[in-house]
Every structure is written in C-alpha cells, then in structure tokens.
C-alpha cells in the first residue's frame, strides 16, 4: 500500500477511534445525545448544509441538515474535517441523507447506510452534536437502514419524493417499523405530513430549511406554543 497523506487516508481508511461502538456488518452507531429540538422553528432553526456560513450572526441556533444531492454531500464525506470546521459554530449537524433505492444491489444500500453513520459518528467522535438522518427503501432492507441507531436519539427524515400512492406505501411501511424499533426517539420531518404519520413529529417545510426563518429577521414572530405543545420561552417578547 503507498503511503498517503492525512486527507487522503481518512477518505481511504475511514478511521474511527477504538471505542467506538459498531452494528451488523461493522457500521458505526450514531450515539444517543442530549439534543434539544423543543424550540424547532420558534427559535432554533434547521439550515442546509450548503447555505452555511461562517458569516451567519447565529449559528448556535441553527441544526445543519444535508438533504441534497448527492455530489454535494460527497464533497462533506470527502472532507470531514474540512466540513466539520466549516459547521463547528452550529448547535448540531445531521447525518448525510446518501440516494437509497429499492433497485439498487444490497452492497450499495449497504455503503449508503454505512457512510451515513461514519459520518455521525466521526462527527461525535470530534465533540459534535449530531443528529442520525434515517431513510429506508423496502422491508428487505430494514435490518441494514435502521443499524447504527439508538433508542431515544433524535431522528431527522423526510417525505420528499414520497408523492405517489406506491411510494406513498413503502414509505408508510418504513415509518411504522423505525417507530416500533425506537418508540422513545423524537423525529424531525422535512417536507409533508403522509397520511398515517403521527402528529407527535416536529414537522418542517422544505422550503423552510434553508436557515432564513430566525428571530433576526424582521418578519420573524415567535409563536404562542412550540411544536410539541410547549409553551414557547419567547412568550414575552414584544
């Protein structure tokens, strides 16, 4: 084997410390941490992963979430060190949402799975908060997309491109297995509520996860209640 430098034998290897803890076929389990989502659009804010910057006045309010394409996310994976100092001022970050399809071979569903939880726990690994994106295709995949996740975690998915009654099922299916696996985890959706899904989910418009809806705007109004039904801490606010 050539001798590589630091960079290029972290995309190589992937290391990961010694401690941590591994699911079936190796994968990196994303740590259960404490997480707090209450205020979730009243005050905290998610924000994509690149519309980061180091010019954001707030960024200790905002959750960096990474629904994109995939080459976008790549160049993240391809330089986490990079990508974790970029995003080392916001609360937390989520774990890279990498294509599953239920065409696509077991071994690719396997490397998406896995390079999802790398991340997380690599992340973890340098004192980061992070948040475990969860997608799934078909129930033959479930044992490998619900590995390297913890009961009581907070969890971040999304109903995006989930518009048509089949994928409307599959989805459905998925929804129900994660709930039953982690019934004591709380989960934040990006896009539209599908009908059988719970109402306690903190659920966000696509369009509203681009880190522009903070309190410093001059449009902003917090609300009366957070979306879990607490009351919001910015009730005296004038």
């Not at 490397?111 to 475990?132: E, H, L, P, S």
């Not at 491109?161 to 959706?189: A, H």
């Not at 896009?191 to 903070?214: A, H, L, R, T, V």
Request: with cysteine; glycine share 6%; net charge neutral.
């Amino acid at each position: 084997m050539p001798l590589y430098g630091n960079k290029d034998y972290k995309k190589l290897i992937r290391p990961l410390p010694d401690f941590t803890e591994r699911d079936i076929y190796d994968i990196p389990i994303i740590k259960k941490q404490d997480i707090d989502i209450t205020n979730l659009n009243n005050g905290k804010w998610l924000i994509g992963c690149n519309n980061v910057s180091h010019k954001d006045k707030h960024p200790e309010q905002k959750i960096v979430h990474m629904f994109k394409y995939d080459d976008v996310l790549l160049t993240a994976y391809n330089n986490p060190d990079k990508f974790l100092e970029k995003t080392s001022k916001y609360y937390a970050i989520c774990s890279p949402d990498f294509s599953m399809d239920k065409k696509m071979d077991f071994p690719l569903v396997l490397k998406a799975v896995y390079d999802n939880r790398w991340m997380g726990a690599y992340a973890q690994a340098n004192g980061r908060k992070v948040i475990a994106c969860v997608g799934w295709t078909t129930k033959e995949t479930y044992e490998i997309c619900f590995a390297g996740l913890e009961d009581g975690a907070v969890f971040i998915i999304s109903t995006i491109g989930s518009d048509n009654t089949k994928s409307n099922v599959e989805f459905i299916n998925g929804y129900y297995e994660l709930r039953n696996r982690f019934p004591s985890s709380k989960i934040i959706c990006v896009g539209n509520k599908i009908q059988g899904m719970d109402p306690d989910i903190c659920y966000i418009k696509y369009n509203e996860s681009f880190g522009n809806w903070d309190r410093y705007n001059n449009y902003w109004q917090p609300k009366l209640f957070n979306w879990d039904n607490s009351f919001s801490e910015y009730l005296d606010c004038k």
